[in-house]
């Protein structure tokens, strides 16, 4: 595990590194430890590299046994204490095979992806259903006119819970028929993909109401309900997992957390995302091109065994630069489009132009 | 919902305000909204304050319609989407009655706490069961030693998961029945609080044998596993909450992220944690003494008819300076010292002369 380090006048690099492995770990002095207790279960610092005046990058490396095969100790073992500490951050992860086989990454992935919409040799579509206060009526005439428009996937927007202008019982009856009339009378296979992110107590029935109800796949912000919430969705119920990163943005800070390719690529994946938004570069958020290329890459890698997930660079994303984006990042991405596309009126219209300049760009 | 800003060159506090009113709600420009739709649910900017050349403090209302009764949408309506976008703090929360009272807060509480340890007019004491690597046996040992010298909590170390040193079920049967020994022995009521943060699908069973064992409360890290699961704990099982801040220090950054006091005060406090644990100023952390009052005063003020939450400094916190923090921070604390603790020896000795030193302190 590398870790780039902000020194305070007068720290050590080597003596920053040696409490972050006790910190993480046993959560003892040294001095408090037997020798052999502690050269099991205490982080070992592998290299101590100076990088500026102030700045260095050190390797860790900790024994698997710290972690057994649980994500949240792993999460925590990763950044729990150290999160409350300044000057650090995370920028290097080697992820252990046993642990990768374990922890098994996405059920579907992007192949899975591609079977269920029946999208070959082309980027995915995807947009958000919006804003929220419509009615569950209103936005499945919206996911409607989408799905005739041949958008893959269609979502909930990610705040849409169980507020009362669209309850989610309702709205995923209501939604879930639209994606299958529309079906009927397109020949097309777009997929609704409900959002689940809810109390713990309604987690699962959501889950069992979206099967009950033929969805394929479903939203979820995995920072809202905790990220091994995405494997029990993977193991339990076989959905896919469209992954939302509400809530992750404090993790992105220059000197401090966690960099945006090991929370939203390899966490994400790991945890079993099938495909991960992100906010791309030149939207509203603040991403640059070469994070989100990073983001890419570690959701497409080889990794272990693991399938590869599907980037969905979002945020502000238009429908006039969408040709530019795929021909940066390639066929394998879904294009999550939202505003704009409600922007040109005629949802259907609009869809269906976007979902042709998309076949026109594949390769 | 008051947010400091910092400004961009030639940004205007009015037009951030109104972009994060629009961004937590509908997600859509305000020209793609009715009026009737803008009015009801888009938030509502209060007032704008300029506080400096380049910082501004808004205020911005929402209506509860866009949460329901809903935490994860609650915490998403809060920092969701702006957690990827510079410069932005949530500094104050005007939380509403209704909210307040559907949310729920502690279960069980200070005065529910006293009652479960006995411990009446004097500030409570806690340990950590640590270091990780240590066998279930060993564990025990220190477990009965701690609760033969008075300790009112003792706890898991919160990287104590699964792992195979101590397997979650071991390690719960044997610290139970060492707490029970001990207390027979002594005829105080030492409470074992076993970490039962865990995978998702492991979660309820580990609570359901927490319950089993006999246990009155449990130890978890919210930031983890998802801040709602508190609720879960305290609706569906009863037991106590100790809550643990690991990960959630990404979001205490100076200029960004939330007050530590609205997350570990006010948040953990709502979601149902009986007792808070945070870094204690002048430990190994970064907490300032004010920020810690702070956090202090939010788990205790009144709030609706929530019962109050125990804060839990700890993170360096030392047997010789215990009693300037009990004087500083009242009788309504629980200390949570660990290394300092183990760093005496003899663990029951030293836990007795702590005991002692809290009972003389109090008022």
């Known amino acids: 595990m590398r870790y780039a380090l902000s020194l305070a006048p007068g720290e050590d690099a080597a003596h920053k590194a040696g409490l972050i492995a006790l910190e993480q770990t046993v959560e ?29 990058l050190v390797e860790l490396s900790y024994s698997l046994e710290a972690i057994g095969d649980d994500l949240p ?33 996405p059920g579907h992935g992007i192949g899975g992806l591609r079977a269920l919409t029946g999208a070959a040799g082309r980027a995915l579509l995807c947009t958000a259903l919006k804003p929220m206060g419509l009615s569950a009526v209103e936005l499945a005439q919206r996911c409607e006119a989408f799905a005739r ?18 309850p989610f019982a309702e709205r995923l009856a ?15 296979r777009s997929l609704y993909f409900p959002n689940v992110t809810a ?25 809202l309900v905790g990220l091994d919430t995405l494997r029990l969705i993977r193991d339990e119920y076989g959905l896919a997992i469209l992954a939302h990163p509400a809530l992750t943005g404090s993790l992105f800070a220059r000197h401090a957390g966690m960099a945006p390719e090991l929370v939203l690529g390899d966490l994400f994946r790991l945890a079993g995302a099938d495909a991960v938004i992100y906010p791309n570069a030149g939207g509203r958020f603040d991403f640059s091109a070469a994070t989100c290329v990073r983001i890419n890459y570690h959701l497409r890698r ?13 945020g502000g994303m238009d429908v006039a630069t969408a040709g530019h984006w795929l021909c940066r990042y390639g066929p394998d991405t879904l294009l999550l489009i939202g505003g704009s596309l409600y922007a040109q009126g005629d949802l259907e219209r609009g869809a269906a132009a976007l979902r042709r300049a998309v076949e026109a760009l594949a390769p």
């Open 302 to 314: 080889p990794l272990g065994s693991l399938r590869t997930s599907l980037p969905a660079p979002a």
């Open 28 to 56: 003892l002095p040294r001095a408090l430890l037997t020798a052999a207790l502690a050269e099991r279960m205490s982080g070992r610092i592998e290299t101590v590299q100076r990088t500026g005046p102030r700045r260095a």
């Open 73 to 105: 100790q792993c999460l925590n073992l990763l950044f729990g204490n150290i999160s409350l500490k300044p000057g650090i951050r995370v920028v290097g992860i080697d992820w252990p095979a046993a642990l990768v086989a374990s922890l098994g990454g």
């Open 149 to 166: 428009g041949g958008i893959d996937i269609i979502k909930d927007d990610h705040g849409l819970a169980d507020q009362p202008a669209a």
């Open 199 to 223: 109390p713990a107590a309604q987690l699962p029935k959501r889950l069992a109401a979206a099967c009950t109800a033929g969805c394929r796949g479903v939203l979820i912000s995995p920072w």
């Open 174 to 188: 209501r939604c879930q028929a639209a994606v299958t009339r529309a079906n009927a009378a397109s020949g097309g």
